[in-house]
C-alpha cells in the first residue's frame, strides 16, 4: 500500500538517495524513497564502476572522498549481499611527457594538503599492469585507497537493507510537485499519492534541477553524457582501475560542445572489462553516436594493445550531473525548512555516494555532519 505519510521523503534511488535511505532506516526514521525508473536506472547503473580518489582536488573535494571510502568499507561489513567491492590501488597511468607538469602539480597541492599520493616509474608500473603498452607508458600516480565495485549490486543491496530497516521504497514512481506552506515543505505529490511530510531530500541527479524547480529554486546542475563499453567475459587481467592521465589534462574538453574521451579500463569480477570514457554536452540525449564508441576503442587499445582482439559486447552511456564547480551540492537549502540537496556529484557519485548518504542522515538526524557542508551549499552559486 502507498504510503500516506513519512518523516522523509527520498527522490531518487541511485547510490546517493539509496545510501541516504539506508542510513535514515538504521537511525530509526520512517523513510520513503521514491524514484521514476527501475533500480539503479540511470547514472548508477551506467558509469566507471570506480571507487576513485586520486583526481579528487584538495580541500572539500578529497575529504568527501576519503570519508566516503571508509563508508564503503562499513557497508561491506553491515550489508547482506557483496557489491563486489576491491580497494586494492588505483593508476593514473602517464603516456605524454606533457602530462608531467599538471600531474607534479596536483601532487604537489595534494601532499600540501595532507592527502599525498606515490608517483611511480614504469618499471612499477607494468609490476602492477603488464599489459600496460610498454612503448607508451612514461610512468604513473599510484593510490592505494582507490578501487572498484558494482554499483549496481551497491543499490540493490542498500535498498534490500534499507527495506529490513523498515524503509518503503517505490520505483516506477514519478514526483509530480512538492507542496509548500509558509516556507516549509509539507508533502510530495506523485502519480501514486501525495506522501505527507516535512523533510524532502533531492536525490535526484542530472534531474535534481527539475526537482528544484518544483519549490521555486534554481538548481544549477545539467546532464553531461559519459559513455563506455563493455568487453566479452575474460580470465583475471586486469588488477586495478586505470585511468589516462590525460583525463586530467584534457577533462574539460566535451563541456563547449566538443568530444573528450580518456584512457578508463577495469575488470568486473564476472570478468567482463569496462574500458572507455568518452564524454560531451548531449543534453538529456543517451544515444551514442559511432565516433565516441571508435575513439573509445582507439584510445584503449592505445594504451592497452591486447584489447585490440577483445571482444567488445555491449556500450552503454548515461548522464553524470555536472556543476560548474565539479563539487555535488549537499545540505539545507535557506528559506526553505525541510529541503534538503544531495545531487551534483559530477561522474563521482559512486565513489562519493555512500559517504554522502551518511552525511545527509547526521544532518536531518543530529543537525551536526562529519563533513562541514558550508561550501557545498546551494547559496554558493
Not at 210 to 227: R, S, Y
Request: aromatic residues 8%.
Amino acid at each position: 500500500m502507498f504510503p500516506k505519510e513519512a518523516e522523509i521523503v527520498v527522490i531518487g534511488g541511485g547510490v546517493v538517495g539509496s545510501a541516504t535511505a539506508y542510513f535514515l532506516a538504521q537511525a530509526g526514521k520512517k523513510v520513503v524513497l521514491v524514484d521514476k525508473g527501475y533500480k539503479a536506472g540511470e547514472a548508477s547503473a551506467a558509469n566507471a564502476a570506480f571507487v576513485w580518489s586520486i583526481t579528487r582536488k584538495p580541500g572539500i573535494d578529497i575529504r568527501l572522498a576519503i570519508h566516503s571510502f571508509s563508508i564503503h568499507r562499513q557497508l561491506q561489513d553491515e550489508l547482506d549481499k557483496d557489491f563486489e567491492y576491491v580497494h586494492n590501488g588505483g593508476l593514473l597511468v602517464i603516456d605524454d611527457e606533457g602530462q608531467f607538469p599538471f600531474v607534479e602539480a596536483h601532487l604537489d597541492a595534494r601532499a600540501e594538503d595532507g592527502y599525498p599520493l606515490e608517483m611511480i616509474d614504469a618499471k612499477q608500473v607494468f609490476e602492477l599492469e603488464p599489459h600496460l603498452n610498454r612503448e607508451r607508458i612514461l610512468g604513473a600516480v599510484f593510490c592505494a585507497d582507490d578501487g572498484t565495485t558494482n554499483p549496481i549490486f551497491l543499490v540493490i543491496s542498500l535498498n534490500l537493507q534499507a527495506q529490513k530497516l523498515g524503509a518503503k521504497i517505490f520505483h516506477h514512481t514519478e514526483v509530480q510537485g512538492i507542496e509548500v506552506q509558509g516556507g516549509k515543505v509539507k508533502g510530495v505529490i506523485t502519480d501514486k499519492g501525495t506522501i505527507r511530510t516535512e523533510t524532502v531530500v533531492n536525490a535526484a541527479g542530472s534531474w535534481g534541477c527539475f526537482i528544484g524547480e518544483m519549490v521555486g529554486l534554481k538548481v544549477p546542475i545539467t546532464p553531461f553524457q559519459l559513455a563506455m563499453l563493455v568487453t566479452e567475459q575474460l580470465p583475471p587481467c586486469i588488477s586495478h582501475p586505470i585511468m589516462g592521465a590525460s583525463y586530467m589534462v584534457e577533462e574539460d574538453t566535451g563541456k563547449t560542445g566538443g568530444l573528450g574521451c580518456g584512457l578508463i579500463i577495469s575488470q568486473q569480477a564476472a570478468g567482463n572489462l569496462l574500458i572507455g570514457a568518452s564524454w560531451r554536452d548531449a543534453g538529456y540525449d543517451k544515444r551514442m553516436i559511432q565516433e565516441e564508441i571508435e575513439l573509445m576503442a582507439s584510445v584503449n587499445v592505445q594504451g592497452m594493445p591486447m584489447l585490440k582482439n577483445i571482444r567488445v559486447i555491449r556500450s552503454y552511456a548515461n548522464f553524470f550531473p555536472h556543476t560548474q564547480d565539479d563539487l555535488p551540492i549537499l545540505g539545507k537549502v535557506d528559506g526553505l525548512e525541510g529541503f534538503i540537496m544531495a545531487c551534483g556529484h559530477n561522474g563521482h557519485g559512486i565513489g562519493m555516494g555512500p559517504g554522502s548518504g551518511k552525511i545527509i542522515q547526521e544532518l536531518i538526524c543530529t543537525g551536526e555532519t562529519s563533513i562541514p557542508l558550508d561550501e557545498l551549499s546551494l547559496s554558493r552559486f
